[in-house]
């Protein structure tokens, strides 16, 4: 029986290496592109450093002119910090929707390194938990995963933060806030989370992942639950701001 196992293990093993030396081979001979200046690219992004460096940063003002427009906002988050700026077909928008929608999330892991650039100095003290926007339970089955646990779990390895992606849940289904206008949103999303063991969140600061910040009703209304779980600090973080 075990050398069974071994033998399926060494079987495993030569597939998986065989598969990387032919991705590698793939690379050498028609290496990855960025999708800005076709400069060749490592496969981790379809973006090359410089390109990503430059891309657009929102100001402080910008990000807090959309959150706090939300009802209940200063009630609810204590600041939001977005990393880029989003616009239409740019490439912010074409690596979001590749990792929300083109089923790459490992693109998520390597953004979420970047998110830690749009942290402020001085993050919430003694060891925020780093907490991902769930999606509900049908939402995640028909995606197969969740974009914003993939940039938190980046996030969490470049700082060293503390992961909590179960703390909050979401469990009511909601319609897509795609072309959905602030008031919609807000009502779409009216009691969407919750937090099933608040001892879990009481008395911690928490930082707050999501993938896009649009009109700021999702981070409002899932930092509602967390307040009202007894989280003391709450640090809103967006991979881009796409204002509407």
């Known amino acids: 029986m075990r050398s069974g196992i071994l033998g399926r293990r060494a079987v495993c093993g030569c597939v998986r290496a065989c598969t990387q030396a032919g991705q590698a081979l793939l690379d050498l001979l028609y290496p990855r592109r960025c999708w800005a200046c076709q400069a060749p690219t490592p ?3 379809p973006a090359c450093g410089p390109c990503l460096q430059a891309l657009p940063h929102p100001t402080e003002a910008e990000v807090r002119q959309v959150w706090q427009r939300v009802p209940g906002a200063l009630d609810a988050l204590d600041e939001v910090h977005a990393l880029w700026s989003f616009t239409a077909h740019g490439i912010v928008q074409s690596l979001q929707h590749a990792l929300k929608y083109g089923n790459r999330p490992a693109y998520g892991h390597t953004l979420g390194t970047y998110l830690q650039h749009a942290l402020p100095a001085s ?9 991902p926007v769930p999606l509900h339970r049908l939402r995640l089955l028909e995606r197969g995963y969740n974009q914003s646990t993939w940039l938190a779990q980046g996030l969490a390895d470049a700082t060293g933060m503390q992961m909590a992606p179960g703390v909050l849940t979401r469990p009511r289904a909601t319609r897509t806030q795609t072309r959905r206008g602030r008031t919609e949103r807000r009502l779409n999303l009216a009691g969407a989370f919750a937090v099933p063991q608040p ?4 008395g911690h600061p928490v930082v707050l992942v999501d993938d896009v910040l ?26 881009a701001l796409a204002d509407r």
């Not at 993050?123 to 907490?131: A, C, D, I, Q, Y």
């Not at 649009?214 to 991979?239: F, K, N, P, W």
């Open 123 to 131: 993050v919430p003290p003694t060891n925020p938990l780093l907490v």
């Open 43 to 45: 496969a981790r992004l």
């Open 199 to 202: 001892s879990l969140v009481a």
């Open 214 to 239: 649009t009109t700021g009703a999702t981070l409002v209304t899932a930092a509602q639950a967390l307040r009202e779980a007894g989280a003391t600090h709450i640090l809103g973080l967006a991979l």
